[in-house]
């Protein structure tokens, strides 16, 4: 009878540490998948060409009627390069709409010929999430470009990659600013320093 006993209760306990151990590894499986599918749901930065409109010119650059201005220059829409992340923001924000900082361009001084100073930028606009973003560029003689409007994404930061010359720029110093709108309010910060291009 005690051998039965001891023999139930060994079988007791062999069943109870399979529980155990079972429930353990079903556990750490479960925060394992909890962390994949974290990671898998979050979206990757891809840089993938954005294009708006089929107005291309022969440099490369995509022109478009500037609404702002009445005089009859153009603003020339760049060639970019956009964070697929910066346009996920689909609804307007109930927060204040926040100046646009950030770096407007990655190179203050670069070069038509890519030497020594490279022809290619990046710019960053800083600014609420989900506000809408534009980074202008006004010329020595009046001449206005412009990057693409793009939507801030939730860490309200959206970004361009682009190149000079594509973007059919010319020698001399261009005015830098940063345009943010939200909600039917706009902000504007312009570069202390003036985008200076060189041969």
């Not at 010119?57 to 009445?70: E, I, L, Q």
């Not at 307007?92 to 890519?114: E, I, R």
């Not at 999430?129 to 470009?145: D, E, L, M, R, W």
Request: aromatic share 6%.
């Amino acid at each position: 009878m005690k051998k039965r006993l001891y023999k139930n209760k060994y079988i007791y306990i062999t069943v109870g540490v399979i529980i155990v151990a079972l429930v353990i590894v079903g556990a750490i499986l479960k925060v394992h998948n909890d962390n994949q599918a974290k990671i898998s749901s979050k979206t990757i930065p891809v840089m993938s060409q954005k294009t708006s409109n089929n107005n291309s010119s022969p440099n490369g650059s995509t022109a478009k009627a500037n609404n702002n201005s009445s005089k009859s220059t153009t603003t020339n829409q760049l060639n970019s390069y956009t964070n697929s992340t910066s346009n996920s923001t689909s609804t307007k924000s109930n927060m204040p709409l926040v100046s646009p900082s950030g770096t407007f361009v990655s190179n203050h001084y670069p070069d038509l010929s890519g030497k020594p100073y490279p022809a290619t930028e990046e710019s960053t606009c800083n600014t609420t999430p989900g506000a809408s973003c534009y980074i202008k560029f006004i010329g020595p003689n009046g001449q206005v470009k412009s990057l693409p409007l793009q939507n801030t994404g939730n860490n309200g930061s959206t970004l361009w990659e682009w190149n000079i010359n594509s973007a059919g720029f010319t020698v001399g110093k261009w005015q830098i600013t940063a345009v943010a709108s939200l909600n039917g309010s706009t902000k504007t910060t312009t570069d202390p320093i003036k985008l200076d291009i060189q041969e």
